[in-house]
């Protein structure tokens, strides 16, 4: 079933892999940004990864990239994964326009060749929106396990589970997810909603709820010792209808680290 759901998927990122980098571009990441030696890492990410000079770094679930360019940046030898074509290809592009080495690799995450499987990585990274596309959190977990050298380092950067749950308006804070959904169907739909041109997008995508305890469980079970878990309000304004102020007092963001 894994790769019936992330087949699918990878039809879908590709149809709006240069409008979501375009948009990254207008969002003043470019490959100029990175060429100036410009970053968009979270300082709550980069804070807690530490001086990457040197480091072998694999980025998973990269897009096209702007965070492995990032690193890159910093110093450390990155080799970025992602399950479309297309987005690895414009990454590829950023990059060399960048003048920045980053090994760019198209591969679904659950099914990583032997040299970035058993890579022996200093640091495995991951965030921004990733969990929801993980059909199956053990076997990715087991991933993550097997790419780090032993002492090698995990962090994790995701939106809080919670937040996809509420919405907020003039009418107040309302529930409009189950936390616990992964005990129903995964979601199905078309369409993007947090980048101009994703909204006509035609390609269903398919997206999974996973509560934060069962992300913890998955990567002990793997084998990772949990180092921490810290949370972080949400500065998505607009799920609250511009109220930034319900968002500061609700988890919207987390970082976990580990270790092999």
């Known amino acids: 079933m894994w790769s019936d759901y992330t087949a699918q998927n990878r039809l879908a990122w590709n149809e709006i892999a240069q409008a979501r980098t375009s948009w990254r571009d207008e969002q003043g990441q470019d490959a100029a940004f990175f060429r100036d030696g ?86 495995t990274y991951t965030g921004g929106g990733v969990l929801p596309w993980i059909p199956d959190l053990d076997r990715w977990a087991r991933v993550v396990h097997g790419s780090l050298r032993p002492g090698g380092r995990f962090v994790l950067m995701d939106e809080h589970p919670l937040l996809p749950c509420l919405r907020g308006d003039d009418q107040g804070l309302r529930l409009v997810g189950n936390y616990f959904g992964r005990d129903t169907d995964p979601s199905v739909y078309p369409g993007w909603s947090h980048f101009p041109g994703g909204e006509d997008a035609v390609a269903n995508k398919t997206q999974f709820v996973w509560p934060l305890g069962d992300v913890v469980t998955a990567l002990v079970k793997a084998g990772l010792v949990l180092d921490h878990l810290r949370e972080y309000p949400t500065a998505r304004a607009w799920r609250f209808g511009g109220d930034d102020g319900v968002g500061r007092r609700l988890p919207g963001r987390f970082v976990l680290a580990a270790h092999r």
């Open 38 to 123: 410009g970053t968009c890492l979270p300082d709550h990410v980069a804070d807690t990864v530490g001086d990457v000079t040197g480091v072998s770094l694999l980025h998973l679930q990269c897009a096209s990239g702007e965070e492995s360019l990032s690193w890159a940046v910093l110093g450390a030898r990155v080799t970025a994964v992602d399950l479309s074509d297309e987005l690895v290809r414009l990454g590829r592009a950023k990059a060399a326009e960048a003048g920045l080495a980053v090994d760019f690799v198209r591969a679904d995450v659950g099914d990583l060749p032997a040299r970035v499987a058993n890579g022996g990585f200093d640091v």
